[in-house]
Structure formats: C-alpha cells, structure tokens
C-alpha cells in the first residue's frame, strides 16, 4: 500500500474517532445551549446611577433592569393561547408590578416577595393524558378496577353482564335500538372512550389539586446585554445559582429618555410569549410557541413623549431557551437611535 495513502487513512479514521463521542457521532445541540455558563459572558451589572446608555447600532435596547425569574412550571408551550399569555401576564404578583409612575420603580438590589407555584418533581412531566378514565399504569390485557365502566361489549373471553342480549339476541323491551333517542334521563355512557370520555365529559377522575406554592424572595438587577438580545435563560440559571431554567416568568423595565416627543413603533421578539407595555399602555403581544425572531411583532403608532418613557415586557417560557430584543422604527421606516437608556 503506498506510504502517502496509509498516513491520509490514519488521519481520517482519527477524525472519526474523535467525532464519535456521542451518539452516531453527532453532539446534541440542545446540551450546548443549555450548558451553565458564566453569567458575566451576556450580562453587566451596573449601578442604580449609572450614566445613561445609547442604543446599539442596530438600534436594540439593551439595558434592562430584570426581576429574578417567577416560577410557571408549565410542562409544554402548547398553553400559550391568547387568553393564557393574558391571564398569566398580567397577573399581578406583588405590589407595584404594573406601575407607570416612574419614580416609583424599583431599583436595583431591590427585593420583593413572590407566591408563585412550585416546581414539579420530574421537570416537563404533568399533562396525565386527556382525561380522567383509566387510571395510570392500565395497560392493555390489565384488570378494569372493580367499578370502573366497561367499554361497551365485553373483551374476549369475559362474561357478559346480567341481563345484557347476547349476539342476535332480541334488545330488552324499551332498550332503544341503534339509531334512537335516548329516554330522558338515561345516563350517556362514553365507556369506549376510557380517558378521553371521562374527561372530557365530566364524568371521569375528580379534577387534579390545586398546585403546591412556595415564597420566593425575588431580587431587581439593573444590567447591559453584551447582546442585542437579551439571554433571558441565561439571566435565571446565573441569578438562581443554577436553579431555575424552564418553566418561568421574567418581568424586566426599561426608561427611553427622549428629547422631544416623537411618534414611533415598538418592534419586538422574544421566546416564547411577550406583553409589552409603554407608559402603562399594553402596545403588544406575542402569543403561542415562537422563537426568538428580530421584529417578530410591531406594534401601532405610539408616542414616545419627551423626557422619560417607561417600556416593561413581561415572558413566559415553558422547557426551552428563553430571551428577547426590542427596538423602535421612525415613521419613516428608519430605526430610532437619537435617544438615551437609563434603569430610573
């Protein structure tokens, strides 16, 4: 075999080699982006008096002062339905949380205490199927619990009930037929439907307890994004000691200062829903599973008043990486740049 054809195999198979630590060689991305990095890598933290800051080239808004993830143990992004993202998002969790009066705001440092739900034992699980029919752990083959309802016709080889007519047997009198009302009053009997019927009909397991609370003791931090978009699970794994990931709610604040009054749009994204609110206005709401996207929603024709302006957005995520950006357009299309940042 020629000496130059040997060394190039080796070098190849080396490649291989090192390339197959995981599973067909392949390094799930997933795991990467979920690794516990270091906090400083995406964040500043600055100082309740900070000298003001400027948009980023792009125009985005990178400073942001940022409550300490609310637990919102949700076990998929499935939820995230208009009427969830409202009822959820402006849900009031301590006192202030929703004011416009910005002399009134937190500053960084500060603390407040939060009831929110707790997390659950086994991370994504929790949805339990449809309903409430068969119990969990009833396979196929398994015993039906004593009183549970049948599906009907009985499985091979069982006994048929008392009184019930066999195959080509005559329907007891008053029995309806296929096809006929139901006399008043008669119970509807889902039984085929074992989990699905029970639930959905109200007919089967009593509704799951309420969800267990815990208190958090929840800390302000006023920071600079080294990126225009805002690391949000970076914000929670480095703000809770690796603690909190998923399933969270992320309240942050930000004060345009302007020097003159000026007609603008809030363009916005975030992972996964948003509200936005500017001077205590909601301007915009991105609802359902959604990735982080630049200008994924604009909202109408606001006005930026001179002096300071309040903008607060409020995110939900379920399993899954969380952040968000934001920036404002002109009238004209142009991207707004001749205003200043600042956490107060």
Known sequence: MNKNFKMILAAA?????????????????????????????????????????????????????????????NSGNTVFTD????????????????????????????EVIVESEAPRAGGRGGFGGFGGGAPQGAGAGQARPQGAPGAG?????????????????????????QGQARPQG????????????????GGGAPAAAAPATVKDTLTWHSVDSRLFNIKLIRFALGSSNGQKRYGLIFNAFTVINCEEDMVVRLAAGSNASSIWWVNGEKVLTLQADRRMVADDGMSKRITLKKGKNLVRAAVINGPGMSDMCMRFYKEDGSIVKNITITNN
């Open 13 to 73: 198979m080396a490649v291989v080699l090192v390339g197959c630590g995981g599973s067909n060689g392949k390094i799930d991305p997933q795991r990467i982006a979920n690794r516990n990095v270091e906090y400083d890598q995406y964040f500043t933290e600055i100082k309740a008096d900070a000298a003001p800051a400027k948009p980023d080239e792009k125009g985005f808004i990178r400073r942001w002062t940022i409550l300490e993830p609310i637990n919102k143990p």
């Open 186 to 201: 008669a119970p509807q009997g889902m039984g085929g439907f074992g989990g699905f019927g029970g639930g959905m009909m």
């Open 83 to 110: 009427s969830y993202i409202l009822t959820e998002l402006t849900k009031e969790y301590f006192k202030g949380q929703f004011t416009a009066d910005i002399k009134s705001l937190p500053k960084t440092g500060d």
């Open 153 to 177: 016709a009985p499985a091979q080889g069982q006994a048929r009930p008392q009184g019930a007519p066999a195959q080509g047997q005559q329907r007891p009198q008053g029995a309806p037929a």
